[in-house]
T-cell receptor
Framework: QKEVEQDPGPLSVPEGAIVSLNCTYSNSAFQYFMWYRQYSRKGPELLMYTYSSGNKEDGRFTAQVDKSSKYISLFIRDSQPSDSATYLCAMGGIQGAQKLVFGQGTRLTINP | DTAVSQTPKYLVTQMGNDKSIKCEQNLGHDTMYWYKQDSKKFLKIMFSYNNKELIINETVPNRFSPKSPDKAHLNLHINSLELGDSAVYFC??????????????FGPGTRLLVL
């Protein structure tokens, strides 16, 4: 079993839809949770960062962490074609310096 | 201005060859990383350096040898290339150790194809 599980998709939705992306994990030591966006043939860029449990909102993006269920989510409201990309969840713990463990990434397409 | 740059962007080579990938960051960060992303998009850390000191060394074949001449540069040398080394290699950097509030900035990647 992988430490971080993420459905690779692909996921295709119409413009304006609400998108829900999810990851589950097995390591209870994880404290830091991130979402990276990766456009085709580009490097990942940090989208959202959350420490421990709770919600965080930034514009059209909301990140949720449920540590009791070992489950994290990213919601995208009013999705735009420019949101089409691969979304990778990443997480790490206090131990082991800044080692991030990534999910496989979900490939998302927003159709105009 | 490019924050994290890598050269070359593409690398096609034969099995058994030795090749190097270079990474430079102009963000003033003191920590740099090498990641490998395979064909299924799994992104996995290989090495991390803080102030030129190796701090993360995952289970990577010893054919891979990182070198950090200074805080702004981290190179990756690969000996005796194998077909399974074909992947995209990303360099990243951050300021400080630990994950608390620290963003890792990624380069554009180097696409390595071993024939």
């Amino acid at each position: 079993q992988k430490e971080v599980e993420q459905d690779p998709g692909p996921l295709s939705v119409p413009e304006g839809a609400i998108v829900s992306l999810n990851c589950t994990y097995s390591n209870s030591a994880f404290q830091y949770f991130m979402w990276y966006r990766q456009y085709s043939r580009k490097g990942p860029e940090l989208l959202m960062y959350t420490y421990s449990s709770g919600n965080k909102e930034d514009g059209r993006f909301t990140a949720q962490v449920d540590k009791s269920s070992k489950y994290i989510s990213l919601f995208i409201r009013d999705s735009q074609p420019s949101d089409s990309a691969t979304y990778l969840c990443a997480m790490g713990g206090i131990q082991g310096a800044q080692k991030l463990v990534f999910g496989q990434g979900t490939r998302l397409t927003i159709n105009p | 201005d490019t924050a994290v740059s890598q050269t070359p962007k593409y690398l096609v080579t034969q099995m058994g060859n030795d090749k190097s990938i270079k990474c430079e960051q102009n963000l003033g960060h003191d920590t740099m990383y090498w990641y490998k992303q395979d064909s299924k998009k799994f992104l996995k850390i290989m090495f991390s350096y803080n102030n030129k000191e190796l701090i993360i060394n995952e289970t990577v074949p010893n054919r891979f040898s990182p070198k950090s001449p200074d805080k702004a540069h981290l190179n990756l040398h690969i000996n005796s290339l194998e077909l399974g080394d074909s992947a995209v290699y990303f360099c990243a950097s951050s300021q400080g150790m630990g994950l608390a509030g620290r963003t890792q900035y990624f380069g554009p990647g180097t696409r390595l194809l071993v024939l």
